[in-house]
């Protein structure tokens, strides 16, 4: 990091994203508390202030993107996003954990010392380093669940930006992103983000292969999109006729978890048939239980398209262990090809 002086454009950027920040908030459920979430910002900017980070942008961009972040991606409060917009100060200025304590309270000030404790990675350069900060992660989780929510916000943030560090730096925290945080966001149910993370690492760590697999995929997506249409199309109009309000989205894999599939069932990229998922989120009726409804419009799509007897999942008679519920079912579409159908309720979702 180094410092200078911004120029316009910059302090112009640094206050757009600041505004993106509370729009996203007050778009929110939460008890608006703006002014307290300006505080920290300001406190922060003023601190960070002339800091640059590796990419030459303004150091506070990346925590206020952090803390965007926990608002949009994670569905976080005014504390934590104080705490995300705070959370290097302690560790990068002069400013101490008291003084976070003085300003904003003891909740904002213990959030950013537990987050200032598992800072600069959990593996170090010794192995008793890297078991004692591991065990510093593992503790936060039954002191403030918020501390590792942030942390983890604070590694995707990292990840999207993670080509500005030179090549060895990129291989060791994309290791570690893998091997921690991608499953700690998994176990925290916080599925999209625990997909970006495996995406990003497998990335860094086989870049030739990511790309192969990458291109392969650009070039089926706008096929795979438009199939998902005239699949979804009979789906959508059964599902209005049943009378119910409903989402009816597609979803391509990952590059990670396309690669993941092939390495596990030793088979070539285009053999992996589901590359394409559709997903239906449902607002139940009050007749019957959830449950049930899950199961009449699996009977309703099954009807439609013939099921693949081995691909059943029932993830709502038995939840995940991290409280996933949803029923999965794969079905053959018109075109001969195997999709991937995802049914869960607004509760579950």
Known sequence: ?????????????????????????????????TELITHAFNFANKAHYGVRRLSGEPYI?????????????????????????????????DYTVEDIAGLF???????????????????GSQSSEQAENFRKLLLTISDDIRVVLIKIADRLHNMRTLSAQPKEKQYKIAGETMYIYAPLAHRLGLFPIK???????????????WQEIHDKLEVVKSSQLAQFESFAAPIRSRLESMGYRF????????VYSIWKKMEQRHI???????????????????????????WVIYSAITEIYRPHPERIRDWISSPKANGYEALHVTVMAASGEWVEVQIRTDRMH
């Open 1 to 33: 990091m180094e410092q200078s002086n911004f120029t316009p454009e910059e302090e112009a950027l640094i206050n757009q994203e600041f505004a993106s920040l509370l729009d996203a908030y007050a778009h929110t459920a939460h008890r608006q508390k």
């Open 61 to 93: 961009l990346h925590p206020l993107a952090v803390a965007k972040i926990c608002v949009e991606e994670i569905g976080l409060g005014s504390t934590s996003i104080c705490a995300a917009l705070l959370h290097d100060v302690v560790e990068d200025t």
């Open 105 to 123: 309270g003891e909740k904002i000030a213990q959030i950013v010392d537990g987050l200032t404790k598992i800072s600069g990675g959990v593996f």
């Open 195 to 209: 997909t970006e993370l495996e995406d990003l690492s497998f990335h860094y760590e086989h870049p030739e292969t």
């Open 247 to 254: 989402s009816l989205t597609a979803r391509i894999k990952s």
């Open 268 to 294: 070539q990229f285009e053999d992996v048939y589901d590359l394409l998922a559709v997903r239906i989120v449902f607002t139940p009726n009050e007749s019957m239980s959830e449950k049930d409804q899950c």
